[in-house]
């Protein structure tokens, strides 16, 4: 059984940067034999893939794009460098590239989120997110499943 690290990346105070902590949420009611951790910073990624070898990184959070509110996934070429904006400490990318050098980083790493177009504010995530979290949370239970 392929072993599976679910990364859901967000923070409940920030207005829609909760996607990940609330898909968390409903992915432990949903699936067993998968790890799944709620992290704040990206680099909090690299203690887990340091404490235990994985074939698979999901990773669930929010994008700044050109789109607003639409779901978005994409898979990560380990070995490219690929750059992307983020409100976290270090980017998404920079954490990648460092756990590829230390020799931790899954081969297959997948990007599951919600693009959006603006910063955000605070409070609850905006009705348009909220929708979407089951949709996010029912493609990563599909990734999983397909995952041998």
Sequence with gaps: MAEIL???????????DALGPEVAKILKKTLDNVRIEEIANYIDILNFLV???????IVVDTVMGDKDCEVVEFRVNPGEDVKAPSYHSISFFDA????R?????????????VEVNKPFGFGEPPEEISRLLPVVAQRVVEICKSTG
């Design 96 to 99: 990648l590239r460092l756990a």
């Design 51 to 57: 404490e235990k070898k994985y074939d698979k990184l």
């Design 6 to 16: 679910i990364v859901c990346i967000g923070n409940e105070i920030a207005e829609g």
């Design 101 to 113: 050098a230390l020799g931790v980083l899954p081969e297959d790493v997948v990007v599951i989120g």
